[in-house]
């Protein structure tokens, strides 16, 4: 009998739900390990309160008098909650959160010591990160990279350490993490969108960038988890059989959550809370085990942070709960995959939401122009979009039949549609005042009425307007924000600089009256970017065909999706908008593509393993149990024995076919791999991978999961997928 699996098995089967204990209101809870505004208030002297206020709002410099005043501030409010170690919290491009903890304590002579927390080791760090991907930045000696304060996203206590955000830089000044690009992009977003806004009101000072996040994920026992090898080692299962039923009933999709993924839910609440990270949305997902978790949306750069710190958090408070977390976008196959949609939208400080109609036409102009600008944006970098949310993982989402897809298309509903129907009318140069009055009054002003009762929803849609705000679907459950952040913020933000400038010369040189003006370029962004917009069912063949036609690119891998990334334009965007500059792009690229080569790589040796180990040696032993029963059948029957053991013998021979093939398959892919490791061009190493050793996966599955079939279950050595999906 499989030891480890039926072990599993049992100890999943005799959980007790964890019990825990929510005595508080949430709203107390919320941000109370947080060192924010009014934490700051209470801990600050005013000077430095202001200091660190205007670094948040206007992005000014904070001086070191200040620096040491914040740094004692939060050491004090750190000792008062019994926090005894500090760290700069930072995002290298590993794609995961990284930490080194110092102590306060520090000596001082005579035998005594103290508590200490300066200005300087808030301010900058030099963590020994010699072994964090750089893609080649940091490649001689002197050139180190540093970690900096980041005051726009407050610092915070998770166990007894303080945690300081920050960005992660070399001494060159290059970005060797996800925030800092995304900090640019945010700044260029805010600047070209700012200027625009001055055309409706000129008290507008600055625009943000909103995201929510809406987090997917499985939750399987963590004795299951750890009794498949694949999970432990990729994150996902390489086989196992579909069981009889899967999510075909859709009977759990916003069902009653279980007891004790419920209780891990709450348990994770409240630590979000006391995190200030705002949840607010948990229910279950399409797949069985599968969840979903959502905040209220907040301003991009904390969002971000906000994921990557909820994702930890996730899996520790899992594992008190003996669950294990599965991010990867596709942990089951045949079952429903995991994404992390990302809604997006813009807001000024007068706290006008520019992606939601307002009241009056003007305002509505306002909209239309932020609303046909992203568009644009998303249409003329459409292939630069994929490319941020490219990954090994996200490839078996986006590249297989399953919404949304590797063409990336905008979803606006029929009402919006209609309006831009009607913009694509507009005559050309100055309006008549008929034309402009009707404008107003029947295409403009028409639109919160016609929104209110849009209901329309797109389901496959991998970019949809959704009343308020846009939603980038394809966003894969395990990527970190920021990527996919960065880009949509400096398209959006190149594409409002481009049209201010065509705005101001129709006015200056043509003479046009401003609305007239803007709606000239409206129009003739409608007409130029009418091929993204899609209402239809976003996946399946026929669309692949269409979007061909349309010029919408269909980069089903992630080598192929990548390659957009260090494009002369993706380059020259980058640059010109300061998010990046060739060497940051470049080296970005080159972390990617040997990052899918290592995941493909990983998963190639472990399904051999497997293979090897567990499949191949079951299949023998069963074989050789059906063997001795053929012998048995002859003695009683002699040589009549055939009758009887027809079957058996059917068995017998099919067991030897898959496990030939098996054999042969897992030797052919092992020959691919090592000819792809002898290439030294990375991107030639990736294509190997991803063409030469990854389509093996498939065929040496079919086979196991065939033997899974056929093997006596009692003796099948992994934890089967009914198993995984339906324990409880
Ligand atoms: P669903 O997409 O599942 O129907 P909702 O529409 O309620 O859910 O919202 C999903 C997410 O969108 C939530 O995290 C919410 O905070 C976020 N959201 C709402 N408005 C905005 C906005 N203006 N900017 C960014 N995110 C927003
Ligand atoms: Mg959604």
Redesign the pocket.
């Known amino acids: 009998m499989s030891k480890i699996r039926f072990q599993a098995l049992a100890e999943t089967l005799n959980r007790k739900p964890i019990a825990i204990e929510e005595n508080s209101r949430r709203s107390d809870l919320f941000g109370k390990n947080v060192f924010n505004e009014s934490t700051m208030r209470q801990y600050l002297t005013k000077e430095s309160y202001i200091g660190v206020m205007s670094a948040i709002e206007h992005g000014t410099k904070i001086d070191r008098k200040i620096a040491d005043q914040v740094s004692s501030a939060m050491k004090e409010w750190a000792l008062s909650k019994g926090v005894t170690h500090y760290t700069h919290w930072f995002q290298p491009l590993t794609g995961a959160t990284a930490e080194k903890h110092d102590a306060f304590f520090e000596t001082i002579g005579g035998g005594m010591a103290i508590e200490k927390f300066g200005g300087n080791q808030l301010v900058q760090q030099e963590p020994d990160a010699s072994s964090f991907p750089n893609g080649g930045i940091r490649n001689t000696f002197e050139a180190r990279g540093y970690t900096a304060w980041d005051p726009t996203s407050p610092a915070f206590i998770y166990g007894t350490t303080l945690c300081v955000p920050t960005i992660f830089v070399s001494y060159t000044g290059e970005a060797l993490d996800y925030k800092t690009p995304l900090l640019r992009a945010l700044r260029a977003v805010d600047d070209a969108a700012t200027a625009i806004c001055k055309y409706f009101d000129k008290n507008v000072k600055k625009v943000t960038s909103?995201?929510?996040?809406?987090q997917e994920y499985f939750l399987i026992d963590k004795a299951l988890a750890s009794s498949r090898p694949d999970i432990t080692l990729t994150g996902r299962t390489l086989l196992g059989h579909s069981p009889a039923k899967g999510q075909q009933l859709d009977d759990h999709y916003f069902g009653s959550i279980p007891t004790r993924a419920l209780n891990f839910m709450r348990d994770l609440e409240t630590e979000c809370m006391l995190l200030g990270i705002p949840v607010?949305?948990r229910h279950n997902e399409v797949a069985p085990n599968q969840f979903e978790l959502?905040?209220?949306?907040e301003e991009s750069n904390l969002a971000v942070d906000h994921n990557s710190l909820l994702m930890d958090v996730m899996n520790k408070v899992a594992s008190r709960h003996n669950f294990k977390v599965l991010l990867h976008e596709k942990p089951f196959a045949g079952v429903n995959g995991s994404g992390k949609?990302n809604?997006?939208?813009l807001?000024t400080d007068t706290g006008v939401?520019l992606?939601?109609p307002g009241k009056t036409p003007m305002s509505n102009l306002q909209f239309l122009v932020f609303f046909v600008n992203t568009i644009k944006a998303v249409y003329e970098n459409e292939e630069l979009l994929r490319a941020a949310i490219a990954s090994a993982s996200n490839d078996h989402r986006l590249g297989a039949n399953e919404a949304p897809p590797a063409i990336i298309s905008v979803f606006i509903g029929e009402q919006l549609t209609k309006v831009l129907q009607e913009l694509e009318g507009v005559s050309t140069g100055k309006l008549s005042p008929e034309e402009k009055t009707d404008l107003k009054l029947n295409v403009v002003g028409k639109i919160p009425d016609v929104l209110l009762d849009n209901t329309d929803r797109n389901r496959t849609s991998p970019f949809a307007f959704?009343g308020?705000?846009f939603?980038f679907r394809a966003v894969g459950s395990t990527a970190n924000c920021a990527n996919p952040m960065t880009v949509l913020n400096t398209i959006v933000a190149k594409q409002l600089k481009d049209f201010k400038n065509k705005i101001d010369v129709l006015i200056e040189n043509d003479g046009l009256k401003k609305d007239e003006a803007i709606f000239n370029v409206l129009r003739e962004y409608i007409k130029a970017s009418k091929n993204i917009l899609f209402e239809g069912n976003g996946y399946g063949a026929e669309w692949e065909k269409e979007a061909k036609k349309r010029g919408l690119s269909n980069n089903k891998t992630t080598p192929e999706a990548l390659k957009a990334k260090i494009s002369k334009k993706a380059i020259s965007l980058f640059e010109e908008m300061d998010v990046m500059n060739k060497v940051e792009v470049e080296a970005r690229y080159e972390i990617e593509i040997e990052e899918y080569t290592l995941r493909i790589q990983i998963e190639a040796r472990v399904l051999g393993d497997i293979a090897g180990n567990h499949v191949i040696p079951t299949a023998v032993k069963y074989q050789n149990m059906l063997i001795e029963n053929v012998r048995g059948l002859k003695d009683i029957f002699g040589n009549n024995y055939q009758k009887h053991a027809k079957e058996q013998l059917k068995l017998i021979e099919k067991i030897s076919e898959h496990i030939e093939a098996i054999h042969s398959k897992v030797d052919e892919m092992v020959e691919a791999r090592k000819k792809a490791n002898k290439i030294e061009d990375i991107e030639a190493k990736a294509h190997a991978y991803c063409f030469d050793v990854k389509p093996y996966f498939d065929e040496i599955r079919y086979h196991c999961d065939k033997l899974e079939l056929m093997i006596d279950d009692e003796l099948w050595p992994l934890t089967k997928y009914r198993e995984l999906l339906f324990t409880r």
């Not at 959502?294 to 949306?297: D, G, L, N, S």
């Open positions: 909103s995201l929510g996040w809406e607010k949305t959502a905040p209220i949306y949609h809604n997006w939208s807001t939401n992606l939601s959704t308020n705000k939603e």
